[in-house]
């Protein structure tokens, strides 16, 4: 595994370009791919990482460049974008991992790319913080993936951080979980994740949130569920107590939020599989107001 492109250059992303520019340079040619916007943007104001500027290879749409491995990164309100983005670059050799949040986004690559291996995968760890085009990251996380030999094989040699669960779908949904009820009640609420978990009364209405999500999981065909409440709040007591959820960042910073991918998709799906989920379509319509506020 030689080739590799990132797409999306927010706190994720340039941590794992970090990663893959730094420590293995040399083991692999890693390109970030950007749009001719994003390109001269990057070429006057440089990414920052922990205060450090990032020089990295850019790539564009429309150059010759044979991925082995493409990581997508972006917001999910990016994906459309992205996954017209790498075409050019896609062969039934190219492995695809996407780290977005959300439950949908392999399906929509898979359905554009059915020669790619699309593996479920998303990124766990402390949050980030973005200022412009500036993130601070403290290097606590690792992606989450199903397995695939040589990918482990690239990543235990360029010292990247990685889990392959028993049971990918669980994880999926368990970080679905944790986005549903820590992101969009920390956006609504203005909390920390210390606020959060040390509040008894905000644990009492997280399970609840929970159980609506567990109630539609099951009728999705998710095992394990009966964990599922026990092991998204030692998730969230795992969190550092100053730090703040990505939502709260970007309701604070006056940004779209990702809240079509979490409270409406639970909507969505309650819709399909006839289950009610009104504590997901109160938290929608908060998230909402509060993107219309900041308009």
Same mark, same amino acid.
Request: aromatic letters at 8%; proline letters at 2%.
């Given at each position: 595994?030689?080739?590799?492109?990132?797409?999306?250059?927010?706190?994720?992303?340039?941590?794992?370009?970090?990663?893959?520019?730094?420590?293995?340079?040399?083991?692999?040619?890693?390109?970030?791919?950007?749009?001719?916007?994003?390109?001269?943007?990057?070429?006057?104001?440089?990414?920052?990482?922990?205060?450090?500027?990032?020089?990295?290879?850019?790539?564009?749409?429309?150059?010759?460049?044979?991925?082995?491995?493409?990581?997508?990164?972006?917001?999910?309100?990016?994906?459309?974008?992205?996954?017209?983005?790498?075409?050019?670059?896609?062969?039934?050799?190219?492995?695809?991992?996407?780290?977005?949040?959300?439950?949908?986004?392999?399906?929509?690559?898979?359905?554009?790319?059915?020669?790619?291996?699309?593996?479920? %995968?998303?990124?766990?760890?402390?949050?980030?913080?973005?200022?412009?085009?500036?993130?601070?990251?403290?290097?606590?996380?690792?992606?989450?993936?199903?397995?695939?030999?040589?990918?482990?094989?690239?990543?235990?040699?360029?010292?990247?951080?990685?889990?392959?669960?028993?049971?990918?779908?669980?994880?999926?949904?368990?970080?679905?979980?944790?986005?549903?009820?820590?992101?969009?009640? %920390?956006?609504?609420?203005?909390?920390?994740?210390?606020?959060?978990?040390?509040?008894?009364?905000?644990?009492?209405?997280?399970?609840?949130?929970?159980?609506?999500?567990?109630?539609?999981?099951?009728?999705?065909?998710?095992?394990?569920?009966?964990?599922?409440?026990?092991?998204?709040?030692?998730?969230?007591?795992?969190?550092?107590?100053?730090?703040?959820?990505?939502?709260?960042?970007?309701?604070?910073?006056?940004?779209?939020?990702?809240?079509?991918?979490?409270?409406?998709?639970?909507?969505?799906?309650?819709?399909?599989?006839?289950?009610?989920?009104?504590?997901?379509?109160?938290?929608?319509?908060?998230?909402?107001?509060?993107?219309?506020?900041?308009?």
């Amino acid at each position: 595994m030689k080739n590799v492109i990132i797409c999306g250059l927010g706190a994720v992303g340039m941590t794992y370009a970090s990663k893959l520019g730094g420590k293995s340079r040399g083991k692999c040619n890693l390109k970030i791919l950007v749009n001719e916007e994003r390109l001269e943007r990057y070429s006057k104001n440089k990414p920052v990482l922990n205060g450090v500027e990032q020089d990295f290879n850019y790539i564009l749409p429309d150059d010759n460049f044979d991925a082995d491995l493409i990581i997508i990164a972006t917001k999910s309100s990016g994906l459309d974008s992205a996954v017209k983005m790498i075409k050019n670059f896609v062969s039934s050799k190219t492995i695809i991992l996407s780290l977005l949040n959300g439950i949908s986004s392999e399906e929509v690559i898979r359905s554009a790319y059915p020669e790619a291996k699309v593996l479920k %995968s998303y990124f766990i760890g402390h949050s980030a913080v973005r200022v412009g085009n500036s993130v601070t990251q403290d290097g606590v996380g690792e992606i989450v993936m199903e397995r695939d030999d040589g990918l482990i094989k690239f990543f235990n040699d360029a010292g990247v951080g990685y889990a392959v669960p028993d049971d990918i779908d669980y994880s999926m949904w368990l970080k679905f979980t944790m986005n549903i009820f820590s992101n969009q009640t %920390s956006a609504v609420l203005n909390m920390t994740f210390g606020e959060m978990k040390h509040n008894r009364a905000f644990i009492d209405f997280a399970k609840k949130i929970i159980a609506e999500v567990r109630s539609v999981a099951e009728l999705k065909g998710i095992n394990r569920l009966e964990n599922l409440e026990k092991d998204a709040l030692n998730a969230l007591s795992r969190m550092c107590d100053e730090g703040k959820t990505s939502m709260h960042q970007d309701i604070l910073a006056g940004r779209k939020t990702e809240v079509d991918i979490f409270a409406g998709e639970m909507i969505k799906l309650g819709r399909e599989l006839g289950v009610p989920v009104p504590y997901n379509q109160v938290l929608y319509d908060m998230v909402k107001i509060k993107e219309a506020a900041n308009e």
